[in-house]
């Protein structure tokens, strides 16, 4: 089964260049130290939905949906 989950103000560390690079929209660069994303995670854009299957041990996020780009703008 998939539950399409809204999410409202959630951010999240990530763990990649393209994936951080997708989600900051000031285009910082990718944070050398957890304790540099950690400092950064504020302006990471959060998505708006989140797809999950619950089948298994735990929740698995099979897709998720981001704000369109002008409405990230701020």
């Known amino acids: 089964m998939i539950r399409l989950i809204k ?3 959630v951010a999240v560390l ?3 260049q393209p994936w ?3 989600r900051d929209p000031q285009r910082g ?3 050398n130290t957890v304790a540099d994303a950690l400092a950064h995670t504020h ?3 959060a998505p708006t939905a989140i797809a ?3 089948a298994g041990k735990y929740p698995e996020i099979v897709s ?3 704000p369109a780009p002008n409405a990230c703008a701020a």
């Open 29 to 31: 660069g990718l944070p």
């Open 64 to 66: 998720y949906e981001l």
């Open 52 to 54: 999950v299957r619950e």
């Open 20 to 22: 951080w690079a997708a």
């Open 14 to 16: 990530g763990r990649n």
């Open 7 to 9: 999410l409202a103000g």
């Open 43 to 45: 302006r990471l854009i």
